[in-house]
């Protein structure tokens, strides 16, 4: 059988998949742009078959083309409420299990108010970068700055908050010994569910190589800087093993 996104010229399969992040990163609904990138591929691939050019069939530029159906596909709210709260709930779980292995869960009312604003604001962030993105044909170089600053924005407002936290706020809600291994045993419930939703280990490995290496060493001779910069290279050499072990395993599939 024909596969006719395979078929199609790096053109048309490009200008497939920058529509479908536009509208993704739009908001829309994935079933909806599945279709919709589905009934494309085949009026592409027959346009092709005739020598016309991706212009020839959506009638205008791309950037304008997207516009237009973006405009025309209803935004799907609660599609997107459900992976923002899921993203703030992992988020969530991070910062539990950090404060636990850090001495214990507490939280002022600036963190309980900042750190999720934070993270919409990174979120929303993203999707108008990936939208604009998908609209201009930006250099390798100029979509990898773009990201990377955007990064280092999202780094910063956290950076932020923790620094003001430490400097002004006072705890508003303290845990004690059963409330931090209840949370805890939440938190770690909750990257398995994830795990068990997205189909993927990542969000189970990822907490692992984060805080294992530190609460392994601190059951060591080794205490202060020498954990923190010993924990911190061990977790970086895992992150990149196992970036490297996923990229060879899509290539390879």
Known sequence: MLDVNKALSRESQLF??????????????????????EELEVHLFEAERNEKSVEHIIGRSPKEYMKLLSDEMSVDFKGWLKYIAMILIGAFSYWII???????????????????????????GYMLSFRYMASHKLSKVKQGALLYGLGII???LFAGLILFSEI???TFIEFENT????????????????????????????????FAPEVLLKQTH?????????????????????CGYTIRKTKSS
């Open 16 to 37: 497939l998949e920058d529509l479908r992040l536009y509208l993704f990163s739009s908001g829309k609904k994935t079933a909806e742009i599945e279709d919709l990138i």
């Open 98 to 124: 950090a404060k636990a292995i850090n001495g214990g869960i507490g939280f002022s009312l600036l963190e309980i108010i900042g750190y999720p604003l934070a993270a919409i604001l990174s979120i929303f």
């Open 154 to 156: 999202s780094i910063a």
């Open 168 to 170: 002004y706020s006072t």
């Open 179 to 210: 409330g931090n291994i209840i949370a805890v045993i939440l938190a770690i419930s909750i990257f398995i569910l994830i795990s068990l939703w997205s189909k993927s280990w990542v969000s189970i490995i990822i907490p692992i190589l984060l």
């Open 222 to 242: 080794y205490q202060g800087d020498v954990n923190l910069i010993l924990s911190s290279l061990i977790t970086m050499l895992g992150i990149l093993i196992y």
